[in-house]
């Protein structure tokens, strides 16, 4: 069933940013796991550009990554699977082998017009060791977003997360930056802490409750150890 609108922003789809909170509060202690997949390698990821809404499709490296981010979950009983429209996040469920409902709300994080740069050369430009998370995006093709309102649409995911962890686990396929900001607000904790969780393209990641408390059980799991922090 489609989910209610109040208003949204038109990037080509409809990103909802206000749909109406659920009936109930958000259930204690849910037994189920929280499963995050970041999609898979694009020439983008590569890179290190920033890619925010820009739909780029995977690398034949990242459809392995997908394939095997599948591996890794295939024991998991899911009462929900979400994704992003984006298709690198749609191909990289296919290929996992999860039939996934799209959720616009899991979209990346609009860089407005930082998108398509990087790090490197936004910092060489402005003088200064430039950071989303500290010093923010500016306006470009599309508004930008704080990290406050990829917080606030996280928040509303988890909405409807926790209550599908009281029947199974659930999972997630998105991007870097956005899943980084939902674990941050899953572990409640303030959204910039997501600056110090690096995520890489094609891992999987489990949270849930452990002691009452919500947890990591893993954490940026892919098929080896990474060398360097990811760069996007």
């Not at 659920?22 to 550009?49: F, I, M, Q, Y």
């Not at 095997?68 to 990289?92: E, H, I, K, M, N």
Request: aromatic content about 8%; overall charge neutral; charged content about 25%.
């Amino acid at each position: 069933m489609a989910r209610p609108c109040v208003r949204h922003r038109d990037y080509g789809w409809r990103v909802l940013t206000n749909d109406p909170l659920p009936e109930r509060p958000a259930p204690d202690n849910p037994s189920g796991k929280l499963v995050l997949l970041r999609h898979g390698e694009t020439e983008w990821s590569k890179e290190g550009r920033h890619t925010g809404l820009t739909d780029v499709p995977l690398t034949a490296r990242g459809e392995e990554l997908a394939r095997g981010a599948g591996r890794l979950v295939a024991g998991y009983d899911f009462s929900l699977v979400l994704s992003s429209p984006l298709q690198r996040a749609q191909r990289t469920a296919e290929l996992a082998g999860l039939h996934a409902e799209v959720d616009s709300l899991l979209v990346e994080w609009d860089y407005g017009g930082y998108e398509g740069r990087t790090s490197r050369d936004i910092r060489s430009e402005l003088g200064y060791n430039w950071s989303a998370f500290t010093h923010g995006v500016i306006r470009g093709r599309t508004p930008g977003e704080t990290v406050e309102e990829v917080a606030a649409r996280a928040s509303r995911v988890l909405t409807r997360v926790l209550p599908a962890m009281a029947e199974g686990d659930v999972a997630l396929i998105a991007h870097g930056h956005f899943l980084r900001i939902l674990t941050a607000v899953f572990l409640r904790m303030a959204p910039r802490f997501a600056a110090q969780i690096t995520l890489d393209a094609g891992s999987v990641s489990v949270l849930s409750f452990y002691r009452e408390q919500p947890a990591i059980l893993s954490w940026n799991y892919g098929p080896e150890l990474p060398l360097v922090p990811s760069e996007s």
